[in-house]
């Protein structure tokens, strides 16, 4: 199989990096998981590089590194809210360390009671669900078997009553990659009078991002920037009242004993000492991706996803979860195999091959358990079972995620090394399974990596 014209659209920090495999060889490393996390552009690098001898304290020192830091720092909020085409608007631009802390952030912020209905969808990451579900009450719109729902279900549930204080939608499933139409849903809910919430995540380095949304959230990790900075940026109005998420040091004008002052947004909503160096890294990312253009990441990523879902569902005994090949989605594909936990097949792709792929349930239980048709029954066997710290017959599906430094002759070398698996070629050496995980790895007489760097319970996360 080939897919002439997916070639690398840029390379990486660590891309080719050798590692060592069960029969004795060294392979480079190949990365299809960038849905979880990527490595870092080299001019991220560069940039860390180049502002870390003048790292200093922001908003917090006279001297020229603290004033230097202070710059960098507020020099990357505005890079934040260019890319999310809110510069000159009266947004603000909250610098987090990621989409979880984000929407927790803005979970709080919006002041929700229990009576109060947000309305978001089965195919959301924990992160945009469970804030939203302790702090309100969730309206969820559901999805058929392919993963997707249609405008309709959307506005059916933004109809009902009691009317929703918000919905709370992603901009790219972590599972499938499908891009629900979030420019139309934020129309429909604003025709309705309610507020949106994109959790773009997962689009961030794959789509420019929405400018409609009132709020959105991202995490730079996920784009090229592992420095531990993220963004939630939202209407000033919003965070102009009331405390904010966090309370300390930075967030206040004037403190008395028995009153506070707060201070004015971003300020009030950024309490504690910033994480400067993870805020040039993302702004570094910024600019690196809008150096290299969305309509050429877009072309490169819709190539690739195209190859991608095809090459994986093409391959007897493989199953590929979500939408059918004809709808876009991101260069995201989770599949099973057959007569093969979704476990081993990962444990195998790592060992055998050097190929990192995420396994499990994806922090996204709800919609996986949609996907892959699981009845109530099943569910509670499984709730059970993990109750009793037995992981080991966990549902869950194999991901394969690609970036930018991707190209067609990765996806070549994922399929085929997933083709020898799911032709039930037998390992070349015995895997154990842990039963409090469910993760499989070579036998020590057999691990081709030092002890230290396998960690039980590393291979995949159980939320
Ligand atoms: C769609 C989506 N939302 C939210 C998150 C949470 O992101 P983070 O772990 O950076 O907070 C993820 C992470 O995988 C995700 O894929």
Known sequence: MTTPGVAALASLVG??????????????????????????????????????????????????????????????????????????????????????????????????????????????????MLPWSRAARCRYVDCGPDGTFGTDDVVAALEATPAPRLLAITGASNITGWLPPVDELVGLAHDRGVPVMVDAAQLAPHRPLPAGPDFIAWSGHKMYSPFGGGALIGPRRVFEEGDPFLVGGGAVDLVELDQVLWAEPPDREEAGSPNVVGAVALAAAIDQLEALGWPAVTVHDEKLAGALRRGLAAIPGVHLLGPDLGTETLPVATFTVDGLPHSLVAARLSFEDAIGVRHGCFCAHPYLVRLLGLAPGEVAEHRARARRGDRSQM????????????????????????????????????????????????????SPWPATTRRPGSSCSPG
């Open 15 to 128: 891309d080719g990096a050798l590692v060592a495999c069960v029969d004795g060889q060294q392979r480079p490393y190949l990365s299809c998981d960038a849905a979880a996390s990527t490595a870092a552009f080299p001019s991220v690098l560069a940039a860390v590089e180049e502002f870390l001898p003048w790292y200093s304290s922001v908003h917090r020192g006279a001297g020229y590194k603290s004033q230097r830091s202070t710059d960098a720092y507020e020099g990357a909020r505005d890079a934040v809210l260019r890319f999310a085409h809110r510069q000159g608007s009266d947004d603000v631009a909250i610098i987090c360390r990621n989409t979880t802390e984000a929407i927790n952030h803005l979970a709080y912020r919006l002041r929700l009671s229990a009576d109060d209905v947000v309305v978001t969808t089965v195919v959301e990451h924990h992160a945009n």
């Open 395 to 446: 549902p869950g599906a194999v991901r394969a995620s690609l970036g930018v430094n991707a190209s067609a002759a990765d996806v070549e070398r994922l399929c085929a090394a997933v083709t020898r698996l799911a032709a039930l070629v037998p390992a070349p050496i015995t895997y154990v399974q842990e039963p409090g995980t469910g993760d499989f790895s070579p036998g020590p007489a057999s």
